[in-house]
């Protein structure tokens, strides 16, 4: 079956610029995460979605950046204003939730955002 | 607050030889703990996870991991190490119980396996 899909796979902006990341989840996985992996290091939890629940925006580094996701399906991840440090591969992961226990979590391709 | 080391970098293993990349977590009670693999312009891929039971897990590609709760570690493990595993290496945990979007991964570890 699809696995979870990111789109642009590239994306170059200058600085100051919005952009728009997408991400489509499996099918059926109620629970949807962005990351965020800049060079060299690890991935930096941003945003979680479940069902119907509020997102857990914990992760957010500032409030230039925000995500919707409609239903169970699609989400998007905006970054305003972008600035040069935004430049990092941005990870979307989809996963099954049930009661009780925690399934692993199925990652995208990426999308490596440059900011020049 | 919950943390995860993989106190390595890098690790470099010729092939055919056996190959650990190691991971300690800090966690109040009983964690889930993961595996993920990084290949070269590839998102992550699962490879193996303790949730309970054996202390060893088996997981993708011949790779396995042992749950040690006294040394709060989950070193990743395989007998023999191909090629093909140089990669990069994300250990991860959750805690037992919290939120499912708090996963806390390590800052990885590059495995190198040289012919």
């Known amino acids: 079956g699809a696995g979870v899909s990111q789109s642009p796979s590239n994306k170059v902006t200058e600085k100051g610029k919005d952009v728009e990341l997408r991400c489509d989840p499996i099918s059926g996985h109620t629970a949807l995460y962005w990351y965020r992996q800049r060079l060299g290091q690890g991935l930096e939890f941003l945003i979680y979605?479940?069902?119907?629940?509020?997102?857990?925006k914990s992760g957010l580094p500032s409030d230039r950046f925000s995500a919707e996701r409609t239903g169970e399906s699609v989400s998007t991840l905006t970054i305003q204003r972008t600035q040069q440090e935004d430049s990092a591969v941005y990870l979307c992961a989809s996963s099954l939730v049930a009661s009780g226990r925690y399934n692993e979590q199925f990652f995208g391709p990426g999308t490596r955002l440059t900011v020049l | 607050a919950q943390s995860v080391a993989q106190p390595e970098d890098q690790v470099n293993v010729a092939e055919g030889n056996p190959l650990t990349v190691k991971c300690t977590y800090s966690?109040?009670?009983?964690?889930?703990l993961f595996w993920y693999v990084q290949y070269p312009n590839r998102g992550l891929q699962f490879l193996l996870k303790y949730i309970t039971g054996d202390n060893l897990v088996k997981g993708s590609y011949g790779f396995e991991a042992e749950f040690n709760k006294s040394q709060t570690s989950f070193h990743l493990k395989k007998p023999s190490a191909l090629v093909s595993d140089s990669a990069l290496y994300f250990c991860a945990v959750i805690k037992r119980g919290g939120s499912q979007g708090n996963l806390i991964f390590g800052k990885g570890t590059k495995l190198s396996v040289k012919p």
């Open positions: 966690v109040s009670g009983n964690p889930y």
């Open positions: 979605f479940q069902g119907n629940s509020a997102p857990d």
